[in-house]
């Protein structure tokens, strides 16, 4: 018998898709830097609510489609919309190093990746 996917999914499938690009492994290793810790609102947890992301992002690539929970469902939308909304706001000059581009990595778009 075949599970019920979770409510949601296949709606925000394609924009989570397209707006993660780093896979697990970039992701995890992109974490790990002194770049990704410094950019983000910590609301004075220590962690930045991207860097948090990033780990709940790394979570949800490395399930299989099937097995995602509507709380992964909501997460990946909040995903879809903040690299959306961030992508809007592109810096005119050295997108390399900017805290912009090192947000969008945090949750696991890399604007020079694509």
Avoid: C, F
């Avoid at 910590?42 to 780990?55: D, F, I, L, N, Q």
């Amino acid at each position: 018998m075949a599970t019920q996917r979770a409510e949601g999914l296949d709606d925000v499938w394609d924009d989570w898709q397209d707006a993660v690009t780093m896979t697990p492994k970039q992701l995890e290793e992109w974490l790990e830097t002194d770049e990704s810790q410094s950019v983000g609102d910590t609301g004075g947890k220590g962690e930045s609510t991207g860097h948090e992301s990033g780990r709940r992002i790394v979570e949800i690539l490395r399930t299989k489609k099937d097995d995602l929970t509507e709380d992964d469902v909501a997460h990946m939308r909040k995903v879809v919309g903040y690299v959306h909304r961030h992508r809007a706001q592109e810096p005119k000059s050295d997108v390399e190093h900017s805290k912009w581009r090192y947000s969008l990595m945090n949750w696991g778009n890399d604007p020079l990746g694509d």
